[in-house]
Nanobody
Framework: QVQLVESGGGLVQPGGSLRLSCAAS????????MGWYRQAPGKERELVAR???????NYADSVKGRFTISRDNAKNMVYLQMNSLKPEDTAVYYC??????????????WGQGTQVTVSS
C-alpha cells in the first residue's frame, strides 16, 4: 500500500520560512517522480515543484528563487524548503508521487495535504 505523509505546515508571517517533509512508504519512492503541489481556496491544484523521471527539477514561476525541492533517497523523503513566503503562498500543500508504468502510462499518488498559511 502506498502512503505519502506530509508534515511541516503551519502559520508563518510574510517573509518567513517553512520546510515541508513528505515520507513515502513502500517501493513507490524509487520508481516515481516526486513533487509538491498546492491548492488554494477556490483555485485548482497547481504544481509547485517536482523532480522529473529524468532527475531534473521543475518549479512554478511564482516560486522560483524562493522554494527548493530536495530528496533523501536513503530515507524515502522529499522536502520543500520555502523561503520569503508571501500571503499568496497560502494553500494546502500536497506531496505527489507519479509512478511510471508500462506503455508510457503514469499513475499518481497523493498525500493528505498540509496547510500553509502566510499571514501577519
Amino acid at each position: 500500500q502506498v502512503q505519502l505523509v506530509e508534515s511541516g505546515g503551519g502559520l508563518v508571517q510574510p517573509g518567513g520560512s517553512l520546510r515541508l517533509s513528505c515520507a513515502a512508504s513502500g517501493s513507490i519512492f524509487s520508481r516515481s517522480a516526486m513533487g509538491w503541489y498546492r491548492q488554494a481556496p477556490g483555485k485548482e491544484r497547481e504544481l509547485v515543484a517536482r523532480f522529473t523521471h529524468e532527475g531534473n527539477e521543475n518549479y512554478a514561476d511564482s516560486v522560483k528563487g524562493r522554494f527548493t525541492i530536495s530528496r533523501d533517497n536513503a530515507k524515502n523523503m522529499v522536502y520543500l524548503q520555502m523561503n520569503s513566503l508571501k500571503p499568496e503562498d497560502t494553500a494546502v500543500y500536497y506531496c505527489n508521487a507519479e509512478e511510471k508504468l508500462l506503455f508510457g502510462l503514469r499513475r499518481d499518488y497523493w498525500g493528505q495535504g498540509t496547510q500553509v498559511t502566510v499571514s501577519s
